[in-house]
């Protein structure tokens, strides 16, 4: 099945999302290690970091929410026609558009948190949404790029 006017296959297109989901998964599944060993670390070391222990719990969370989403769109990747793969890509730009959101959330928490009610969690807790979003919104932006319609 021809798609995009002679410019892209079908399967070519599927074989980019499906290579998008699992660059998405690897992502997931280090921020769940990652997150759950720093977490894991300082309880059995009794440190009381709350910069560090909120980085992780939001590296855990974001994690698992984003190994959960990856793992069930994976299971059925379609082939897509013109308007599929034109759908996909407005799905991208929105999911852009969010993250993009989701770091300045990270940024008003980190700098809020640092300058106005001196909480090192809420630092910890921006930086670790800004990480998260950041890696998502650079994996989206790759795969919106690859995308020729």
């Avoid at 921020?31 to 992780?56: C, D, E, K, N």
């Avoid at 890509?89 to 959101?101: D, H, K």
């Avoid at 998502?136 to 020729?148: N, P």
Wanted: hydrophobic share 60%; proline share 1%.
């Amino acid at each position: 099945m021809l798609l995009f006017a002679g410019i892209m296959w079908a399967d070519t297109l599927q074989a980019f999302e499906r290579q998008h989901l699992l660059k998405i998964l690897i992502w997931a599944g280090a921020s769940v290690l990652i997150g759950s060993l720093l977490f894991l670390v300082l309880s059995l070391r009794r440190i009381r970091a709350p910069l560090a222990s909120q980085f992780a719990v939001q590296s855990s969370i974001w994690g698992i929410a984003e190994l959960a989403w990856a793992a069930y769109a994976y299971r059925d990747i379609p082939l897509r026609d013109y308007e599929g793969a034109a759908l996909l890509t407005r799905e991208l730009w929105m999911a852009i558009g969010l993250e993009a959101g989701a770091i300045l959330v990270g940024l008003t928490l980190a700098i809020g948190g640092w300058i106005y009610v001196k909480r090192l969690g809420l630092v910890g807790a921006g930086i670790g949404i800004i990480a998260q979003a950041f890696a998502l919104i650079t994996l989206d932006l790759i795969f919106v790029r690859a995308i020729q319609l």
